[in-house]
């Protein structure tokens, strides 16, 4: 019972010739007190290795390959995903340091980024800023209560354009500007 490739030549691993690891696995098994006849019957009940060429033959061996093919494609990142996403992010950061800072230096009021938010709340706490204390903290619970709402929405490992439902929680987002 030989590991071949396509021309009958032994398969090699990283270490040699394949034979010989299984042969060495078995060696440790047998030194780790596995019950000798468990693997002398493993043994005996291996079908004689195939090559690659004859294994592709066989539709259920390509079907799997393929199968396999997809979901790598389906789990890989686009470009557009690689580049745009964080690039969209940075923008809309900036965007929301720039209303953040336009409503501080009209209003006295932080309106965009939490830590904006715990700032005044802080400030306000200490009386170094004038305004009522509600106002900034309901602006951070409606923040919580909005990431808490999109993190249920969104499962965490979605990030494929299309897939995530970022179309549910804009539409929420916005129903919550209207009350």
Do not use: W
């Not at 990142?77 to 923008?91: D, F, N, R, V, W």
């Not at 706490?125 to 004038?130: A, I, P």
């Not at 499962?155 to 129903?175: E, I, N, Q, S, W």
């Amino acid at each position: 019972m030989a590991c071949t490739d396509t021309e009958g030549q032994p398969l090699k691993s990283g270490r040699g010739n394949v034979d010989d690891d299984l042969l060495e696995m078995q060696q440790e098994m047998l030194a780790a007190g596995a019950d000798p006849e468990l693997i002398a019957r493993a043994n005996a009940a291996q079908e004689p290795p195939v090559s690659l060429a004859e294994a592709l033959r066989n539709s259920a061996v390509r079907n799997v390959i393929s199968d396999a093919i997809d979901v790598a494609v389906a789990m890989s990142p686009t470009s557009l995903e690689k580049i745009g996403l964080p690039t969209i992010g940075i923008a809309l950061s900036v965007c929301g340091g720039a209303a953040n800072a336009i409503a501080f230096a009209k209003y006295k009021m932080y309106v965009s980024h939490v830590s904006g938010v715990s700032t005044s709340i802080g400030l306000r706490l200490e009386e170094q800023q004038k305004g009522d204390l509600p106002t900034p903290a309901e602006i951070l619970f409606y923040f919580i209560c909005g990431a808490t709402l999109a993190g249920l929405i969104i499962p965490k490992v979605t990030l494929k354009m299309g897939h995530a439902r970022y179309d549910v929680v804009l539409f929420l987002v916005a129903a919550m500007e209207l009350v």
